[in-house]
């Protein structure tokens, strides 16, 4: 099995700055592409931000000036920077990864159990 663990949510006034942490763990051949998806109440879940396997990186044009993906593939992690935070980025923040598992032959997409990112005014 494999699991991915988000970390680094909490409270933070507008205008501030948090970096979110996602590891992966258990049985991984290898991760392709990462990503992050947030959903915040009464709004569907959307994308924040993907990093591929050689780091290219994409944003929806909205987080492009704010947010920062990268990732450390020695250590299975991917992060997220997130600057000059707004009350409307207040939301679960959820990472995903696409992962080889196993034998290194089957592939699957991985969600974490999210974390929560609360922006006060």
């Known amino acids: 099995q494999v699991q991915l663990v988000e970390s680094g949510g909490g409270l933070v006034q507008a205008g501030g700055s948090l970096r979110l942490s996602c590891a992966a763990s258990g049985s991984i051949s290898r991760i392709n592409d990462m990503g992050w998806y947030r959903q915040a109440p009464g709004k569907e879940r959307e994308l924040v931000a993907g990093?591929?396997?050689?780091?290219?990186?994409n944003y929806p044009e909205s987080m492009k000036d704010r947010f920062t993906i990268s990732r450390d593939n020695a250590k299975n992690t991917v992060y997220l920077r997130m600057n000059s935070l707004k009350p409307e980025d207040t939301a679960i923040y959820y990472c995903?990864?696409?992962?080889?598992?196993?034998?290194?032959?089957?592939?699957?997409?991985?969600w974490g159990q999210g974390t929560q990112v609360t922006v006060s005014s």
């Open positions: 990093i591929t396997s050689g780091g290219s990186t």
């Open positions: 995903t990864a696409v992962i080889y598992y196993g034998a290194g032959l089957r592939k699957k997409d991985y």
